[in-house]
């Protein structure tokens, strides 16, 4: 069993960053930073060290969550006051999986030391990044479900300028290639900016952000939420995706220079059937043998090696000397590339894309015990 890391950060109201980390401080607790937060009716945002969700991390939760409600009834006469209908709950999970073979208690000791008080983030003991279409299948997932989720948590979050649905979008998620097109997707929903359901403009810290449950100091539904979230990711990467390679199928543009400049001019000439001779483009464009050869190689610049064909003089039946003439360069129109790492299994073999798939049957009910109570 590979472990991810989670992080999570739980908004509050009604008391000040600095008085929070104070009294946070008071009760021995580490691993957290109390900082500002901007959000509407929001005044301190409680941020976790990274953990891994074994027992020693939920402990770490457990203990957290009880010195945060311990505070609010000291300091507002009741915990509950603590969350209004402006707070949120974000969940930061690792893009990379926790290395093979280390101590999982180690690591959240460790984690919880160098965040201290002030945020130190542990980075140590992680795999590489793993495969994009992880990421894309979980929030393909998530989207398409995206009613059933906003309904297991409450109204107040349901179309929130902060964590903005993504249901509409599931297209665009689906055609995606990379993580920079699923990044624009999620940016472009409503007018939520980066301030989707789930947002990956963490990347580059580390993580994919889930923003979309609603602010809780109870350390069972944070619990929930976090498993529920993680348990897309197992059921992704156990049953729906498989490494390996696969061969992709990809066509050239059709005009990815302009038309009327020699390079354009001359992909023309080279995307069409068979291609041209250095001699035929020669002609057409005016330019010596050698930049011909130039705008060839700048071509392969543009649409990949794989797209470009030399048919030598040799191949043609000629001998040295002839090349000018009988060289012939070819722009395939299709051309195949094999891909390596995470690819979606064939559909027949592929575990159905329900975000229920993987859950036990406790929770299962649990969650639909908190869909009729928030109906």
């Known amino acids: 069993m590979r472990f991810l890391t989670v992080g999570v950060e739980i908004e509050t109201g009604g008391i000040s960053p600095q008085r929070f980390g104070n009294l946070l401080r008071d009760r021995g607790i580490k691993g957290f930073k109390s900082t500002y937060d901007p959000s509407l009716n929001v005044d301190a945002e409680i941020v976790t060290c990274p953990f891994i969700p074994n027992q020693s991390g939920w402990e770490y939760l457990q203990n957290l969550c009880a010195a945060i409600n311990s505070i609010g009834r000291q300091e507002l006469g009741n915990h509950s006051r603590l969350i209004n209908t402006g707070c949120g709950l974000h ?203 130039a705008a060839v190689s700048e071509i392969r610049a543009r649409v990949g090696d794989a797209a470009v064909v030399t048919h030598t003089q040799q191949a043609n039946g000629g001998r040295y000397g002839d090349g000018t003439d009988l060289t012939r360069y070819e722009v395939l129109q299709t051309f195949e590339t094999q891909s390596s790492g995470m690819n979606l299994l064939p559909e027949n073999r592929r575990g159905v894309s329900s975000v229920w798939a993987g859950i036990s049957d406790d929770h299962f009910e649990w969650w639909q015990d908190r869909i009729i109570s928030l109906r």
Request: charge should be neutral; proline fraction near 2%; glycine fraction near 6%.
């Open 91 to 293: 969940v930061h999970v690792s893009n990379a999986y926790v290395n093979d073979g280390i101590c999982l208690d180690t690591y959240n000791r460790r984690s919880i030391e160098a965040f201290g008080t002030n945020g130190a983030a542990y980075h140590l003991d992680h795999d590489e990044p793993f495969d994009f279409a992880l990421y894309k299948d979980v929030i393909y997932r998530y989207a398409r479900q995206q009613s059933v989720i906003s309904s297991m948590l409450a109204e107040s979050r349901r179309s929130n300028r902060f964590c903005f649905p993504i249901g509409n979008v599931i297209q665009d998620i689906e055609n995606a290639s990379n993580l920079s097109e699923i990044n624009s997707v999620l940016k472009s929903v409503g007018d939520g900016g980066k301030f989707s359901a789930i947002t990956t403009t963490t990347y580059s810290r580390g993580t994919i952000e889930f923003r979309q449950h609603q602010g809780t100091t109870d350390a069972l539904k944070i619990r929930r939420w976090v498993e529920f979230i993680l348990n897309l990711y197992a059921h992704s990467s156990e049953n729906r995706l498989t490494d390996g390679s696969r061969t992709i199928v990809q066509e050239t543009p059709v005009s990815p220079f302009r038309a009327n400049s020699r390079v354009g001019v001359q992909y023309a000439m080279m995307r069409a059937l068979n291609g041209a001779t250095t001699r035929d483009i020669m002609d057409a464009t005016g330019c010596s043998e050698q930049r011909v050869r």
